[in-house]
T-cell receptor, first 114, second 112 residues
Framework: AQKVTQAQTEISVVEKEDVTLDCVYE???????LFWYKQPPSGELVFLIR??????QNEISGRYSWNFQKSTSSFNFTITASQVVDSAVYFC???????????FGKGTRLSVIA | SQTIHQWPATLVQPVGSPLSLECTVE??????LYWYRQAAGRGLQLLFY??????ISSEVPQNLSASRPQDRQFILSSKKLLLSDSGFYLC???????????FGEGSRLTVL
């Protein structure tokens, strides 16, 4: 069975601090996909990234970066120089191939304080 | 471009009343469709998914049901709502290439 664990329930940081959101996953599949989504207070889920299990290169997109470590089954998300607009719930998710459904972690609520 | 819409956005229903939430996708064919529920302060729970018309897979046994009468339409229903059915319901679609999941705006259901 697939499982995603986001051990940090809530994180609070001061604006401009860097923050890392942890994600650990479990799967028996050799090929799988990992995702991160952002859920702002409005409720709608916003896609941030999808990563194939064969691609272990870290990715950077502006202030966002992702560290995929297959050896530790982790896919951590770092926000550099956090801003108040980054305040949201962030979800990590996992899926296998053949359009199997995404399994989500319980989410991490990030509060960035001005 | 593809879009997904679900309605109603907000619903307040008494216990024991029926429920119907609708979701439609535009700009794509034969999408995989999903219903997730998010209880207050909790993660996303997969309720149903469908890979084609009339094909529904249920993940959690409960008093909810889903139907897919058309290729791009997905409906979540209940004959009699329970208090525990309150939550934020999200419809989503995904194409056959194992891409990302695209979510609708969500429907907030409160059962009183």
């Amino acid at each position: 069975a697939q499982k995603v664990t986001q051990a940090q329930t809530e994180i609070s940081v001061v604006e401009k601090e860097d923050v890392t959101l942890d994600c650990v996953y479990e799967t028996r599949d050799t090929t799988y996909y990992l995702f991160w989504y952002k859920q702002p207070p409005s409720g709608e889920l916003v896609f941030l990234i999808r990563r194939n299990s064969f691609d272990e290169q870290n990715e950077i997109s502006g202030r966002y970066s992702w560290n995929f470590q297959k050896s530790t089954s982790s896919f951590n998300f770092t926000i550099t120089a956090s801003q108040v607009v980054d305040s949201a719930v962030y979800f990590c998710a996992l899926s296998g191939l053949q359009n199997t459904p995404l399994v989500f972690g319980k989410g991490t609520r990030l509060s960035v304080i001005a | 471009s593809q879009t997904i819409h679900q309605w109603p956005a907000t619903l307040v229903q008494p216990v024991g009343s029926p429920l119907s939430l609708e979701c439609t996708v535009e700009g794509t064919s034969n999408p995989n469709l999903y219903w997730y529920r998010q209880a207050a302060g909790r993660g996303l729970q997969l309720l149903f998914y469908s890979v084609g018309i009339g094909q529904i897979s249920s993940e959690v046994p409960q008093n909810l049901s889903a139907s897919r009468p058309q290729d791009r339409q997905f409906i979540l229903s209940s004959k009699k709502l329970l208090l525990s059915d309150s939550g934020f319901y999200l419809c989503a679609w995904r194409d056959y290439r194992d891409g990302e999941l695209f979510f609708g705006e969500g429907s907030r259901l409160t059962v009183l």
